[in-house]
């Protein structure tokens, strides 16, 4: 019997992938077993077996800012085509090593930006541009309404990094130099950057140094908050009568700018195919399957965010999802995490000390500069 | 019946034969890893890195910190309950057999259950409280990062005082009445007559469960891992807990390797006092 | 301390050790709504068994539980095979200088080696064979896990045994292997049975070599099943406390079969009592 073996993340975004494996299976005669790890650990399982060229998973779901490490040394099967040109060009940009394709993306997920556009209109705000509007509005609601202006995530690791790059990048800052060779963070923009994040830390709930995503989305979805970043896979749960008492009121727009444009961080999820799988052939044609516009279509239907242009302009799907042309917008102006292969470390070096300035415990400019030393360090090692 | 030697020797080789290939060999292959490159070079760069890393010696102090913390609180509250339990006239067994509970359950399952209780929004422990007219929003237990380290201790202690209870009761079912009896008939009060006879008697099986005990702290890995992966941030991660982030997130065997053989020779020096106090009884 | 002040504390020792695991156990047979209710409930709630339909019925728990009951079964019975034998060998034959003492102790030191410190070269090695992900090459890991412990525990037992028992059936013409299996080992089968329980009840809690060395079904264990339950922004309760419940059943049930030998197998030093 044919079989698959799919590795996904346990979670909102994996389930979308999990379904279409079951359908292409059941059509197919092959038998699909799907195995759902909570992040961290779907990381680790995915590239032990990379490494190891064990061929346990035939497909695998990975979070972009993991291709560079997942893709080298051969690891992946490269692509036996060209993705075409109907993908979104950021979403593409990431699947590539070199000049070879090692993956196509699923799961099109470029931060958005979210607010009450009924307490805007009521204050009489115009929809924030800059992160200073953001500010100004917290101020204004948090004074007026019985709720926090804003709320974010703030937790060490991967929470708190996501929910800081727009604003690092706003300011002009970035995390490592251009070259990659070096830490940047604790430039003066990258300084200016966490100081504004504390100032907006005074008008969110208290405890957000600790919060991660599914916090940031109950304050919104209980109306105790009143604006965050978010991810799209969370607009469904806005406007759902059974999970949120703000429905149709929270609106969405492209992050704020400031020195520089607004640009939401990219956040896709990619699907591959190990080079060690013993059934590249059916996991390949499921892959292509997967992420073709009629499939990517029900996918969508089914709440997942797609990564074709057509899709995302197909009319019936723009008449039932209001935030798709936003959406778009957010992924042709997205902007990756910095490619490098020891991202994992960086992240977790970079969010302690960022979780640590939110929380009070650290001055920012110290605070930049020990994460500044400590992204150095691993950056100099030798792997 | 004396046989020789070769015939004994038949008997246990096939056990001493898994044991070198099971054991022996991965923990040579493991200091051949620790004292290599990447690019398969000799070189001592692991070990000398080791000296250097911050993080590291925050896990090492984290884990003394807990198995320190951890095991005093288990000694005292273990000491205390098998005296109390030892004291009852009746139904021993019953209160003994609810107490060895938390022990037998599989850690992953303990941990589990407190992840559950912990939650600072849903779980029982803040629902409790709060029903109980407190202010819970400060306390987020395994989420904070101030009260994790407490809170993991807190769901070790509730899982393993019950091993040193079993220990410490069984020692007390082993020392003999009649050195008490004399001493109550000579008017001794309670705590002399523990202090100067019981606690003398007991001392082996604290020995014993005290270095049991510390031995497994030690090396803790499964509740961490379930309740907090080492989180917040690095707030309760311990050597084996760093090791395994070295090893399967930063994919760097050589170096976990070389911690590994740290966490060894700890290890191992603890097997040693032990095996010494078993020996002297 | 007087009578019923101590009678009270036992009281709340033993309910401080069950509140957790009954706690648990209400959280499996409640619905999702009920789980995050406050105020908590106790005993009053509407009782579902739709988590263990679910994660059972069909689920991978399923799988996750026989792939635990069948390495517990292998690996114990690997390890008797293997560990029985030696043990009657170290405490039977005479051996020069003390060397029965020194064999033992090596034996028993190798079940003090962390768990982290030989993962990676197990992964490697069952790798090299092919026994990556496969029950088979835990079962292994596992009998070497549990053969010192066997050795040990087994040892002991015999020693209680007087020579003469077997001494006697071999000067009728028996073999010595013929008299262990037929004299020695009925008399230790209380020591043969304990000793299994906790291999077993080792192998069916086991979580970090079952972590690493399995990847998918084919594998996985229980404890592994459970873990992989706890995601990042949501925690499956139900199937998590479900799954957990039936994982804490045979090991309560077991230990209750062997709690006299509770105190021999868990001190490694048998406290004469």
Redesign the interface.
Known sequence: MRSLTIAVNAGVEGTALKTAAQEWGSSHGVRIEVVELPYANLFEKVQLDLTSRTGAYDVIMMDDPWFPLMAANGNLAPLPREPDSDFIANCLQVCKNGATYFALPYVGNAQLFFYRGDLFSKYGLAPPQAWDDVLHAAKTIGAKEKMFGYVMRAAPGNAVVADFMPLLWAFGGDVVSTDGAAAACDSAAGVEALRFMLELGKYSPPGYAGFNADEVSAHLLESTAAMSINWPAWIAAMDDPAKSKVVGKIEFTTMPAEREKGVGELGAWLVAVPSASKHTSDAFDFVFWATDAAQMKQAALRGNPPTRRSVFESPDLVAKFRAFPTQLRSLDSSRPRPRTAKWNEIENAFGIYLSKANAGAMDPAEAMRRAAQAIDEILKRTP | ???R?P??????A???A??L???????I??VK?ALT??SGAATFANFARLAHDRVFATAAVQTVLFTAAALAVEFALGLA?AL??D???RARSL?R??????M???????A??????Y?P??G?LN??L??MGLNT??L?WT???SSALLSVILVDV?EWT??IF??LS??L??IPQEPLEAARIDGASGWQSFRDITLPLLK??IV??LL?RA?DL??I??QI??LT?G????ATETV?LY??RT???????GY??AM??V??VA??M??RS??KA?KT? | MKTTVRYFASIVAALAALAPVYWLITISLKREVDQFAYPPRWIAFHATLQHYAEAFGGGSFAIYFLNSVALAGMSTLAALLIGVPAAYGLARFEWPRRWDQRVGDWILSTRMLPPIVTIVPLFLMLRGVGLINTLAGLAIVYTGFNLPFVVWMMRGFFDEVPREMEEAAMLDGDSRAGALLRIVLPLVKPGLAATAVFCLVFAWNEFLFALILTQTEAAMTLPVGIASRVTQYEIQWGAMSAAGVVAMLPVLVFASAAQKYLVRGLSLGAVKG
């Open positions: 019946m004396k046989t030697v015939a004994g020797f038949a008997w246990v096939p056990s001493i898994v044991l290939a099971l054991s022996i060999y991965p923990l292959f493991a890893v490159d990447a309950l109390l339990v004291s009852l006239a209160f057999a609810a107490i060895l509970v938390p037998l359950l599989p850690p992953v399952v303990a589990v259950a407190w992840r559950l209780i939650n929004q849903f029982v629902g409790t709060r029903r929003a400060a987020t989420d904070g990062d509730w019950p091993f079993l220990l069984a020692g079912q082993a082996p099986a014993l469960a049991l031995m030690v090396r890995f499964d891992f379930i992966q989180g917040p941030g690095t084996s090791i395994y090893a399967f997130r930063f994919s760097n065997f976990a390797a590994s053989f966490l060894l290890t191992v603890f097997s032990l095996m078993m009884r």
